[in-house]
């Protein structure tokens, strides 16, 4: 069940009523049973995927509760760990490694041929697993008490407005909000519903309405000219931005008209003045798990000069490119030299303090490696990763923005921000190109048909409609996330009915006018 289909309305027309009327643990187990239903709308099997992870991490934590013991409370936290990985792993990655490996086979020279088994992927598995391994992974740190009614903690990993496209809500933020019984309140209702309504208008209006263009360019960019694809790429840029940005705000808002407050998942990231900037602006529930659990484990910001770590990779990674006929082997190769370059310089950090430095630079990488395979079982999420994490380790090695290096023509401050906007936005529509691209060969056809500047005319745009009004829409979100910094919308859309009515109105006609109704998914549920 999506959010813009009739299916949905219908839900929500007939859960939203019950869900007021009824109060306590009545209105908890219908939230339950509701979120339930929702996701099994896809699949009912997936259910028992759901129900896996909330019994093992609720089983987890209450032993890990009991126990006080260090190497047992440790043995229990990786159960919970490897048990959701596991899972995840399997029906994510299972095909993605199985092609790579006969790939790999055949370019040794070696006949291999696919088994016949296909696993079939979970809507959104990788949100769920990760709000629920943090849960465990809090109660193992004990920055949470453990959560003993077993209703409460499921409700809280199935939660249908967020179950399956985030954001990822952590159990220190949302379990708390179960101890309250929640009311019915007409501020909520009318925050709640405006958010809504953006969120339609961000995915119905904007997304939906580029996607036929960016479609096109991505099925066969030999066929059209530079200028045509390079407005696919900003275009998709956009795209993506407002299908998931749109799901977010649509899942916020329904969570704030039932009582509940999440996080903001997105804070205009294309306004970056850095890669760093644009990770706490892009994501941000995933960018921040990612931090916390990952990145800040391995060991964060330690060091600040290039490492002897990346002198090791490098070089190497260099040869390989040389070495491999396909950059999917290549790319093999990255993985396995990060992993032994991690395990060289943990030896190596004893006898030489040096080496340690290096940390920084590669925890980066692979926090950014395994975010990039978080998003998808293929090599080009991974590339994708791979040059966020390059951009990462360019930046901290210069020490100060991109755009910062032409200080030598002495911009004026407005300007030289501009410059640094434009800069992170070019290479983020670089990366686009290869998050996009079913495969490598076509996000490569993809770069040089615009690097060749061929056609570079406006007469060699196809679907000229297409274009203007996806810029006219495009240019109706900019000028609204500009002037909310100044105006507030939200605070005024609370004060003033007039100005109320006025946005919800024009929003509905905004919508109805160029949205577009055929149900289509949001592109985070193949995640």
């Known amino acids: 069940m999506i959010f813009n289909s009739l299916p949905f309305f219908i839900f929500i027309g007939v859960f939203l009523p019950l869900y007021f009327t009824l109060k306590s643990k009545a209105r908890l187990l219908l939230c339950l049973i509701g979120s339930y239903f929702f996701y099994g709308w896809w699949d009912y099997r997936f259910l028992s ?39 995840l792993g399997f029906f994510k990655y299972f095909n993605f490694f199985q092609e790579s490996f006969i790939s790999i086979l055949n370019d040794m020279g070696m006949q291999a041929h696919p088994a016949t088994l296909k696993i079939l992927l979970p809507v959104g598995i ?159 529930s995933l960018s921040s798990w990612l931090k916390d659990y990952l990145y800040i484990p391995l060991g964060g910001n330690r060091g600040g000069s290039f490492g002897s770590v990346f002198f090791i990779v490098l070089p190497l990674f260099l040869l390989s490119i040389f070495w491999s006929d396909s950059i999917q082997t290549t790319l093999i190769y990255l993985s396995i030299l990060v992993i032994v370059s991690i395990i060289t310089a943990y030896h190596m950090r004893k006898s030489e303090a040096n080496m340690v430095k290096g940390f920084t630079y590669m925890n980066n990488m692979v926090t950014m490696l395994l975010g990039g395979l978080w998003h998808g079982a293929s090599w080009v999420f991974y590339f994708w990763g791979f040059l966020h994490g390059t951009y990462l380790i360019i930046q901290r090695f210069l020490g100060k923005p991109f755009g910062h290096l032409m200080t030598a023509f002495r911009f004026p401050k407005p300007l030289q921000q501009a410059i640094d906007i434009l800069i992170v936005y070019f290479f983020t529509c670089l990366a686009w190109v290869f998050f996009r691209a079913p495969d490598f060969d076509v996000a490569i056809t993809y770069i040089q048909g615009i690097a060749s500047l061929e056609s570079f005319t406006i007469t060699s745009i196809v679907n000229k409609f297409l274009v203007l009004k996806g810029f006219i829409l495009i240019g109706m979100l900019l000028f609204v996330e500009i002037s909310d910094f100044k105006f507030n919308y939200s605070q005024l859309i609370q004060k003033s009915p007039t100005f109320r009515v006025m946005s919800f109105v024009i929003l509905l006609w905004i919508i109805a006018f160029f949205g577009s109704f055929g149900a289509n998914a949001f592109i985070y549920f193949q995640f």
């Open 126 to 284: 990788s949100f769920y697993t990760f709000q629920s391994m943090s849960y465990t992974i809090d109660v193992y740190w004990r920055k949470i008490k453990v959560e003993k009614d077993l209703i409460r903690f499921a409700t809280f990993i199935s939660f249908f407005p967020q179950l399956v496209a985030g954001p990822i809500v952590r159990a220190r933020d949302f379990l708390p909000q179960f101890q309250k019984d929640r009311t019915f309140l007409w501020d909520r209702l009318i925050s709640g519903t405006g958010q809504v309504l953006w969120g339609f208008f961000k995915k119905v209006a904007i997304a939906d309405s580029l996607a036929p263009y960016v479609d096109q360019c991505f099925q066969s960019p030999e066929g059209f000219s530079s200028s045509h694809l390079l407005i696919g790429i900003v275009f998709y840029s956009f795209q993506i931005y407002c299908d998931f940005s749109g799901y977010s705000d649509i899942a916020i808002g329904l969570a704030r008209v039932m009582g509940f407050d999440f996080p903001h998942n997105f804070r205009t990231p294309y306004f970056s003045r850095n890669f760093s900037e644009f990770w706490q602006r892009w994501h941000i």
């Open 49 to 87: 995927l759901v129900m896996f992870s909330t019994l093992i991490d609720y089983v987890v934590g209450l032993k890990l509760d009991k126990e006080e013991k260090g190497s047992k409370r440790k043995r229990l936290m990786l159960i919970s760990i490897l048990a959701n990985l596991g899972f």
